[in-house]
């Protein structure tokens, strides 16, 4: 399977407010489903530069979007989003960034990939298979305690000394190399867990770790926030708390006076708000969450750059 059904399209849209001729950034392709969409309101004028990591997802876009002049594709994390916007903006203001975090439909759906244990597969997780280390060899060596704390912090797994001290005690007994193995090991470890399989907040601990993906993402905001023209917008979709909690405390930091400043009759322009949010966070309508169930756990956050030469928007 090869599909990937986009979450909260329209809310996007309704919050980057895509203008005609205007120049987009889409720091997570996947299959083109959000970039398809901004394609089609932005007018010949119009550009969308968009980035993966996943090499799959770069050659499935090159053949969806085959001679559509408009977009470039860049096989890159977004964490490099500034320096992929410095070579490819050719003067244009960014108008828009949106980031959609976590794992595509097709990552998850192909055993080979490692990201799922619904089917077996090699324990892999990587986002990009030619760069990096497995989940696999990295299992192969990690230190219990280390391991213990990815999966508490990470997985939010409040039995993770016990998950990394069977793992430890599994892989002296033979390497872990499968997604079966592993959901196997942890659910020696976790027998019940309310209607979800004992693995599953292991499994997301090290894919997020192997991935690095809220240090990708830390860096990822701070950039769109740099790049991104006055009056341009962030649009970022969320599907567990730690990535929203982080989306959240970005755009609050960014979006209030400077606590130290705080209640002062003038407050120094180096200490006033530089982004305002757009309404509140926003969640998947009921016909999208009969259509796509992935949508359930989706969290969408927009925020707008002030122009600091007059105070506001532009």
């Known amino acids: 399977m090869d599909e990937h059904v986009p979450v909260l399209v329209e809310e996007v849209l309704e919050g980057l407010a895509p203008r005609a001729g205007g120049f ?16 089609e309101v932005i007018g010949a004028d119009g550009v969308v530069l968009a980035l993966d990591r996943d090499p799959a997802a770069i050659e499935a876009g090159k053949k969806r979007f085959v001679g559509e002049s408009r977009l470039t594709l860049v096989q890159a994390e977004f964490a490099e989003l500034a320096r992929v916007v410095g070579e490819h903006a050719r003067g244009r203001q960014v108008m828009g960034v949106l980031l959609d975090l976590g794992v595509s439909s097709p990552q998850l759906d192909q055993p080979e990939r490692g990201f799922s244990f619904a089917k077996d597969g090699p324990l892999d997780m990587r986002m990009d298979p030619r760069h990096g280390e497995s989940a696999a060899d990295w299992l192969s060596h990690v230190d219990e305690r280390e391991l213990a704390r990815v999966i508490y912090e990470l997985g939010e797994e409040r039995f993770s000394r016990r998950i990394a001290a069977t793992i430890v005690a599994a892989r002296a007994e033979a390497p872990i190399e499968r997604t079966a193995q592993l959901a196997a090991i942890v659910q020696r470890a976790v027998r019940t867990r309310d209607g979800k399989h004992p693995a599953t907040r292991t499994f997301q601990a090290i894919r997020m770790f192997i991935n690095d993906e809220l240090g990708q993402l830390r860096t990822a905001l701070e950039a769109a926030f740099n790049v991104l023209a006055p009056g341009g917008r962030l649009a970022v979709i969320s599907f567990h708390s730690l990535e929203d909690r982080m989306v959240k405390q970005f755009i609050r930091a960014k979006s209030t006076v400077d606590p130290v400043f705080a209640g ?4 120094p322009p180096s200490a006033r708000p530089v982004m305002r949010e757009i309404d509140r966070k926003r969640r998947a309508g009921e016909a999208e969450l009969e259509r796509n169930p992935r949508s359930r756990s989706a969290v969408l956050r927009v925020a707008e750059k002030l122009d600091l030469t007059t105070g506001g928007a532009a």
């Open 24 to 39: 987009y950034v889409d720091g997570t392709f996947g299959r083109g489903g959000h970039t398809a969409r901004i394609l």
């Open 264 to 267: 002062l009759p003038v407050i």
